[in-house]
């Protein structure tokens, strides 16, 4: 065993090279922000604002607005850091993994620590970390065309002189076969990949569909703002003759439509909400899996590692004539010891493989005798058209040559050249092996006294040793959470090597109704596209299956208009991961190549993981949804009240862009962090997914949000109405009318932050975010209509507290209303449920 760095040799290189990663941006400075933020629309109109007041020599309102730029720029500031760190971390999370010896041991650690001196071990699937001189070889075949441009991969061997490139393997490049170990001399720029420049930063995500609905919403609103703003100008200038009044009311007007919220909102969500998956250990790859997670309809799984523990160990031996239980090994020694050494043999020495170190262990477990010094002569590999694998070895004691081989029944049987008598009753013994779960290898061994060896394993004479039966615990948290996809309206679908008798017993542990039929391998090669379609809708489990049968599957699941989740692990799964809706690729055992074919990483490749991202998935989406619905119901009051004094000359201007602007300063904090970080609604995982070609912001939406809108609006107007009759003072009606509009905004805020859960449970349920917010909102009101400094910056005027009450009994009115519709409408749903 190759002895590697140690862990203080490895820190000291790392402080010397530097981690193994190419040079990215740096982070934006907060002049740079500051520039990005002024050339947004809201801010060039604050900006006007500002300045205009202070030529009409008004300069405490100039200069509190020209302030109010600083604050949303310190906060845009704050968005973009906490952003940035997320994606800092997730960038990390992602950086693909190398397989290194330290201390004498195997560990897997990120590529970006790899350095200089390390020993990296190269199996197929893996993207090499850095660039590296081969120290030993089997079958090592390695695509560099990523590199070179050259489509053909390259065979490597342990190099021979220093002009050998077949000696090297350099980062950035694939294994597609075989594998080895190789000696790190160069990392991050100084490597042949470093030196081209390619960095991550110059890879761009394309715009999601969700983007492109946003980008256009907000260009048509914008347009719409534009000729409103126009038009108030025109109609307020020759209402009244005021062109400096008639501008400054067109400004608050455009200011007021412009939903500038929209692009941090989606900016913040899904920044956040890929961090927050990948504290589930989920990493997000692709912003789209984010919307796409509320839509499947059928989860594709793997069962090794994924529903088990891949923590496989031998539960009983057939020998040819009996089976032998795993309590009764050390008793049956005699009869099983040819078969367990023949199956050590046919394994790879220091293998990763849970089922080879669980034959390793049982070999040293019962075979007592002083192991031979075995030197592999050649390894047969385990193919698509043979599902067995054979290994001759020399024992350099001895000097004699062992040939042993284990793999699939069916291919061992083969091997074997057994007649059909034979295959009959070892097949009994498959399938009583596997109807407990077990997953069945046979293993057989054959004599070699010729030098040449044969080009292929059918030229060995093999004699059949019997049957090995290994149990892989099923996670514990697995029969739950397929429990849960039932109740989400999902389809699960279990796809595995095994036989499929060991398939169903697994599937039917689990809660999976394996009863539905099975599909092997053979079988589904076999069927044409359109059978498998039909057939695939009354199918949970798929047995015998190889790699690249996994993407028919996909491609027919999606035929039947499913939206496809899909795990794999390995280089031929990336075409099915590829194709899949939301391809799933694993963390821990799965290959670079199906890391980047895919979606979402499952960094500790647990099922139950799949499921939560799920659940998280609708979360986020339910509150992007919700927050999108709040900027819209919250713009058209401001929009309403901003143009009344345009149309109508007795009503005073109610709202004034310093207005307008407090009100923004508490509904971004709201829309982009409280709606985020608000709990899942009840049931979530109750309901059938989302259909995916329904809009983000249909219609409906729109209209129930411009309702709601229209509702608070409403509501103000009743209480401007009121105060005028009352004759109050103009300044006073101004601040009236301007607490029942925050109060309202704040109440819709609590009633719209949950479907399901009533106002109470909102205010004393966790939500670390929107309480503080919303109590400071109250605060800052109190304050400004207590001080008479900042009343006369604000333009208001208070001669009796009590003029407030209509204020405050108007905002509990439109809470009460809203929270009944809410009452009334998850009745009716709930009805719906116990009915069906």
Request: hydrophobic share 45%; net charge neutral; charged share 20%.
């Amino acid at each position: 065993m190759m002895e590697g760095l140690n862990t203080a040799e490895a820190q000291e290189k790392l402080k010397i090279f530097g981690f193994n990663e190419l040079p990215s941006s740096k982070p934006k400075s907060i002049w740079l922000i500051a520039l990005e933020v002024m050339k947004e629309p809201m801010f060039i109109l604050l900006i006007s604002c500002g300045v205009l007041y202070i030529l009409l020599g008004d300069y405490r309102e100039g200069i509190i607005l020209l302030s109010a730029i600083l604050l949303i720029i310190f906060i845009t500031f704050y968005q973009y850091q906490k952003t940035e760190k997320a994606l800092e971390a997730l960038k990390k999370l992602s950086s693909p993994r190398a397989l290194v010896i330290r201390d004498g041991k195997e560990i897997r650690i990120p590529g970006r620590e790899v350095v200089p001196d390390d020993i990296i071990l190269l199996n197929e699937g893996d993207r090499i970390a850095a660039d590296a001189k081969v120290l030993d070889t089997i079958n090592l075949i390695v695509d560099e065309s990523l590199l070179t441009g050259e489509s053909v991969a390259v065979t490597k061997n342990v190099q021979t002189d220093a002009s050998d490139s077949h000696g090297l393997v350099f980062s950035g490049t694939l294994v597609v076969q075989g594998k080895g170990f190789a000696k790190v001399f160069a990392t991050g720029t100084k490597t042949q990949f470093g030196k081209i420049g390619i960095s991550l930063q110059n890879i761009e995500e394309d715009e999601t569909r969700l983007q492109k609905e946003m980008k256009v919403l907000i260009r048509n609103l914008f347009l719409i703002g534009i000729f409103i703003s126009i038009g108030i100008i025109a109609t307020f200038y020759f209402t009244r003759g005021n062109f400096i009044q008639a501008l400054l009311n067109g400004l608050a007007a455009a200011m007021s439509i412009l939903p500038e919220e929209f692009p941090v909102i989606l900016t913040v969500f899904l920044a956040l909400g890929a961090w927050q998956l990948s504290k589930k250990n989920v990493l997000t790859r692709k912003p789209s899996a984010i919307e796409t997670l509320g839509s499947a309809t059928v989860l594709c799984t793997d069962k090794t590692g994924t529903i088990t523990q891949n923590k496989m160990e031998i539960a009983t031996i057939y020998d040819g004539q009996e089976i032998v239980l795993k309590s009764i090994f050390h008793e049956k020694q005699n009869q099983i010891s040819n078969l367990v050494v023949a199956a050590h043999y046919a394994s790879r020495k220091d293998a990763i493989d849970p089922m080879e170190q669980a034959i390793y262990k049982t070999h040293e477990a019962i075979i007592s005798h002083k192991k031979s010094d075995h030197k592999l002569l050649k390894e047969y590999p385990l193919s698509k058209e043979l599902l067995a694998m054979t290994r001759v070895t020399e024992n350099v004691t001895e000097n004699s040559i062992s040939v042993s081989a284990k793999g699939a029944p069916e291919a061992i049987f083969k091997l074997c050249k057994m007649n059909e008598e034979e295959t009959t009753k070892h097949f009994s013994a498959v399938h009583q092996m596997a109807e407990q779960g077990y997953r069945v290898i046979a293993v057989a061994n054959a004599a070699h006294h010729k030098e040449q060896l044969p080009d292929s394993q059918h030229e060995f004479d093999f004699s059949f040793l019997g049957l090995i039966g290994l149990e892989d615990p099923i996670r514990p948290e697995v029969p739950q959470a397929i429990k849960e996809c039932h109740e989400a309206g999902m389809q699960v679908i279990m796809i595995t090597g095994d036989f499929p008798a060991t398939a169903k017993s697994i599937a039917l542990s689990i809660g999976l109704h394996a009863n539905k039929g099975i599909i092997s391998g053979d079988e589904l090669t076999a069927m044409s596209d359109e059978e498998l379609k039909l057939k695939i809708t009354k199918t949970n489990v798929f047995a015998r299956v190889i790699p690249e049968q996994k993407l028919r599957i996909v491609q027919a699941l999606k035929a039947n208009n499913e939206i496809v989740a899909m795990t794999g692990d390995g280089v031929n799964d990336a075409p099915a991961l590829k194709a899949a809706n939301i391809g799933i690729a694993m963390g821990n055992k799965g290959t670079d190549v199906a890391r980047e074919a895919s979606s979402l990483v499952l960094l500790d490749d647990n099922f139950a993981s799949i499921v939560s991202a799920i659940r998280s998935g609708r979360r986020i989406f339910d509150n992007l949804q919700k927050a999108m619905s709040y900027v819209l119901s919250i713009h058209i009051p401001i929009i309403g009240l901003t143009l009344l004094p345009a149309f109508n000359t007795s009503i005073p201007l109610l709202l004034m862009p310093l207005h307008i602007v407090f009100m923004e300063l508490i509904n971004d904090p709201v829309c982009s962090i409280a709606f985020e970080s608000e709990q899942e609604e009840k049931g979530i995982m109750q309901r059938p997914p989302r259909d995916p070609n329904e809009q983000f912001f249909g219609g409906r939406k729109i209209i129930l949000s411009v309702m709601q809108g229209f509702l608070l609006l409403a509501m103000v107007l009743s209480v401007y109405l009121f105060s005028k009759f009352q004759e109050y003072p103009e300044g006073e009606i101004r601040a009236i009318v301007f607490s029942a509009l925050l109060l309202g905004n704040i109440f819709i805020i609590l009633t719209n932050i949950s479907k399901t859960r009533n106002v109470i449970s909102v205010i004393t349920e966790r939500n670390p975010v929107t309480i503080p917010i919303l109590l400071t909102a109250i605060i800052m009101l109190l304050l400004i209509i207590s001080i008479q400094s900042l009343r006369n910056t604000f333009n208001f005027e208070v001669t009796n507290y009590n003029h407030f009450i209509p204020s405050i009994l108007g905002a509990i009115g439109i809470l009460i209303l809203l929270e009944t519709i809410k009452y009334f409408k998850n009745r009716s749903i709930q009805n719906k449920k116990s009915f069906v």
